[in-house]
T-cell receptor, first 112, second 110 residues
Framework: DTGVSQDPRHKITKRGQNVTFRCDPI?????LYWYRQTLGQGPEFLTY????????KSRLLSDRFSAERPKGSFSTLEIQRTEQGDSAMYLC??????????FGDGTRLSIL | SQQGEEDPQALSIQEGENATMNCSYK?????LQWYRQNSGRGLVHLIL?????REKHSGRLRVTLDTSKKSSSLLITASRAADTASYFC??????????FGQGTRLTINP
């Protein structure tokens, strides 16, 4: 069990740029989740996949956000035309059905 | 949006003392989970209690659940410096989509 891996750990970008984050889940986990966490708050659900199918998206996930999980393995989260309010920690988690979620250490996004 | 509230928002105690954190939530749940987060790191799952359970233990952790009051508590006994972290409760509303509280920042003073 190598754990959930997220890349990069930190991303600094200018407002208006596009960014993409990657998450590699624990290999046998068929569910993958994305959360966003701002300073001093708990994580907020963004979206989740079961295998390659994206089954639910939060209304927090505006049209500028897109997530994919090709072949049901790693996942990417892209934010287009970044805004100041996108600054946050983006957390990925994976699980087996009905089992607790295992979290990665997140990608911290800073928008200049 | 956050499911519920945690109390206190911050807690500072001496090493060896017990720490109690409370969580309230708003809707019906399948289960409630507690997670720990060290600064700058991801969340680590501590314990899960199902809606038909009232109390659960794991090592130095004791969790209670009162579904009539929509509340839960996490007790950490004999605290250690390594327990310094933020603690979050999370409710499972189905499909394991977790809804987190705002967390309690726990500081253990040596």
């Amino acid at each position: 069990d190598t754990g959930v891996s997220q890349d990069p750990r930190h991303k600094i970008t200018k407002r208006g740029q596009n960014v993409t984050f990657r998450c590699d889940p624990i290999s046998e986990h068929n569910r993958l989740y994305w959360y966003r966490q701002t300073l001093g708050q708990g994580p907020e659900f963004l979206t989740y996949f079961q295998n390659e199918a994206q089954l639910e998206k939060s209304r927090l996930l505006s049209d500028r956000f897109s997530a994919e999980r090709p072949k049901g393995s790693f996942s990417t989260l892209e934010i287009q035309r970044t805004e100041q309010g996108d600054s946050a920690m983006y957390l990925c988690a994976s699980s087996q059905l009905s089992q607790p979620q295992h979290f990665g250490d997140g990608t911290r996004l800073s928008i200049l | 949006s956050q499911q519920g509230e945690e109390d206190p928002q911050a807690l500072s105690i001496q090493e060896g003392e017990n720490a109690t954190m409370n969580c309230s939530y708003k809707t019906s749940i399948n289960n409630l989970q507690w997670y720990r987060q060290n600064s700058g790191r991801g969340l680590v799952h501590l314990i899960l209690i199902r809606s038909n359970e009232r109390e659960k233990h794991s090592g130095r952790l004791r969790v209670t659940l009162d579904t009539s009051k929509k509340s839960s508590s996490l007790l950490i006994t004999a605290s250690r410096a390594a327990d310094t972290a933020s603690y979050f409760c999370a409710t499972d509303e189905g499909a394991q989509k977790l809804v987190f509280g705002q967390g309690t920042r726990l500081t253990i003073n040596p």
